[in-house]
């Protein structure tokens, strides 16, 4: 058995039990600390923790490790519900078109965006596509990531998408953090269905989900939809036979416009409604009082230079908010998630707390961990961060860029 005692914590964050499932509005300002504080884990699991002066309980030293934590917070791993993590290549020659004046829709419709990563996902193998992930996987845990959702979307074929959802499947098994799969074969028309939009969704409602569902590749269903990409009625029928399959959805909407794909993903129940940088009077009223979390990428705004989403108009309307990194090569290559921590703060005005709240306890709401991720509780199997020595938590958001995260700790 594996114990971990870490002792003298600055401060334990998101802690407690009995804590809600999700946080909305003026609760979101909520976020319970315990100072100078111990927690003790078994085999992953958060056994005990409270006041140092109560931490004499210790009688089995065998095999114990003792961490000492002073100086340092303490606090649920972060949980990623938005990443496009499985992808062949880089795009900067993308960014660097965008430098001289051209837009991210100027690009796609040249045959670049997600074409371009579509055309060099499906000349590589599932084995380099596999250990490329990996490694990013690797690198996402070391941001303090513990829990990460990854969506298909560059295969655009049948044999492509069963490539990468198959791929999603080996880091599912492999990977000592919870992942979660999403497919998203409605992420663009490929070349060949131009003209026949009716082509393309016929092959993913009659030929990828049969397979999807038979080889049990998938969690979730998702779909760009937004002008020049899905219409709402496109994303209407993809979601369905997902539904049908028992794929709950979770969707690209508002990146660009405002065209009603919100009300109709709450309609068909979705777990989440992505991006949502625009935002209109009827998305807002479709929203409130249903289950359906908005989950905002704002280090997709950051790189695309396009609006960040009204987090201030969500939170004043009781929706609730997840906060993701959406990390890709196209829009966003960056799973920093202390990077939106600070965007989130810096240029949508959310509280470090409120922040904190979107990227644990809500985050893990956002793909279904409610009850294994998100807040320090006893039972809960949530791997765990620990920081550098810091002065205060919300040192981390304003210090942005820095390296904050020493450990992530995975049982
Ligand atoms: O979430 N907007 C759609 N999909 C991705 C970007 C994909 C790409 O450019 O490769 C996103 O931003
Ligand atoms: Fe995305």
């Not at 993308?94 to 055309?119: C, K, T």
């Not at 690198?139 to 492509?160: N, V």
């Amino acid at each position: 058995m594996s114990k971990i005692l870490i002792k003298n914590i600055k401060g334990l964050v998101q802690c407690g039990e009995n804590l809600p499932k999700i946080r909305k509005g003026d609760e979101m300002k909520e976020l319970p600390i315990l100072e100078n504080a111990f927690l003790a884990i078994e085999d992953g699991v958060i056994v005990s923790y409270g006041k140092m002066k109560e931490c004499s309980g210790v009688t089995d030293w065998r095999d114990l490790e003792v961490i000492d934590a002073e100086g340092k917070f303490v606090l649920p791993a972060f949980c990623d519900s938005h990443t496009h993590t499985v992808f062949a290549k880089s795009r900067e020659e993308e960014f660097v078109h965008r430098i001289n004046g051209l837009s991210y829709e100027d690009i796609a419709s040249n045959g670049g965006g997600i074409l371009n990563s579509a055309a060099r996902l499906q000349e590589m193998s599932e084995d380099e596509l596999f250990n490329s992930s990996m490694k990013r996987i690797d690198q996402l845990k070391s941001y303090g990531t513990g829990a990460l959702e990854i969506k298909s979307g560059y295969g655009l074929t049948i044999e492509s998408e069963l490539k990468m959802l198959r791929v999603i499947k080996r880091l599912k098994a492999e990977s000592d953090i919870i992942i979660k799969s999403t497919f998203l074969g409605a992420h663009a028309y490929p070349l060949k269905f131009k003209e026949n939009h009716k082509g393309y969704i016929d092959q993913i409602i009659n030929e990828m989900l049969p397979k999807i569902n038979q080889e049990g590749l998938a969690d979730y269903i998702d779909v760009f939809c937004e002008r020049n990409y899905f219409s709402v009625d496109d994303m209407s029928q993809i979601l369905d036979a997902g539904i049908n399959y028992g794929l709950r959805p979770k969707v690209h909407v508002n990146q660009f416009s405002s065209i009603g794909g919100v009300r109709k993903a709450v309609e068909k129940n979705a777990l989440s409604v992505d991006h949502m940088e625009e935002i209109s009077n009827d998305d807002i009223c479709a929203l409130q009082g249903t289950s359906t979390i908005v989950t905002i990428l704002p280090s997709c705004s950051y790189f695309l230079s396009i609006p960040y989403s009204n987090a201030r108009r969500l939170i004043q309307n009781d929706i609730p908010i997840a906060l993701a990194s959406d990390f890709n090569p196209g829009s966003t290559p960056s799973g920093n998630l202390s990077f939106v921590w600070s965007l989130a703060c810096i240029k949508m005005k959310m509280t470090p707390e409120e922040a904190l709240n979107a990227l644990t306890l809500n985050a893990a709401y956002a793909m279904d961990l409610p009850d294994t991720h998100g807040t320090i509780s006893i039972g809960k199997k949530t791997p765990i961060i620990i920081t550098k020595k810091i002065p205060s938590l919300a040192y981390i958001p304003y210090s942005f860029g820095e390296q904050n995260i020493e450990r992530l700790i995975v049982k």
